[in-house]
């Protein structure tokens, strides 16, 4: 038997996938950890909920964030994979995507629907902001010749 805790309760469903700590077989040195007796001790702590493939999450992703430009050091590897993990959180938190500007992508193509399983977070049309275009129009809005 496996005495488990988690804040998550309200997320998970049978057959999910999950992230956790191994606090029974971790090395843990703190004070107040060592005054609980052991059997209040959970042997394992569940901390997040692990979604569907994140090349998936990604091309379904109609989103975008803007970010400032002339960093040349930016276009690596793992910084790409950081953004996309930053990107993962935004759909997955709601009140971390409050004070972040989002913006519809419209480069995304809309992709078929149907193998959707309705499971990742996204985030939803009325949170995005429509992404504004000021290089070629005037101020009535109207293209320049």
């Known amino acids: 038997t496996i005495h488990c805790r988690t804040f998550l309760g309200h997320l998970l469903n049978v057959g999910d996938s999950v992230l956790g700590l191994d606090l029974a077989n971790s090395n843990v040195n703190n004070s107040e950890l ?9 042997d394992v702590v569940l901390v997040k909920k692990h979604y569907a493939d994140k090349a998936l999450r990604n091309r379904k ?75 070629g129009e005037d101020a009535t809005g109207e293209e320049e010749i």
Not at 34 to 42: G, S, W
Not at 121 to 130: G, K, N, S
Request: include cysteine.
């Open 34 to 42: 060592e005054k609980l007796a052991t059997d209040k001790i959970p």
């Open 61 to 135: 992703r109609k989103w975008k964030l803007k970010h400032m430009e002339g960093f040349p050091h930016m276009d690596t590897e793992s910084c790409n994979d950081e953004y996309a993990d930053f990107a993962a959180d935004l759909e997955e938190d709601a009140g971390m995507r409050q004070n972040v500007n989002i913006y519809k992508d419209r480069a995304k193509v809309p992709i078929d629907e149907d193998d959707d399983d309705g499971e990742c977070p996204q985030i939803t049309l009325a949170e995005m902001l429509d992404d504004l275009d000021l290089m």
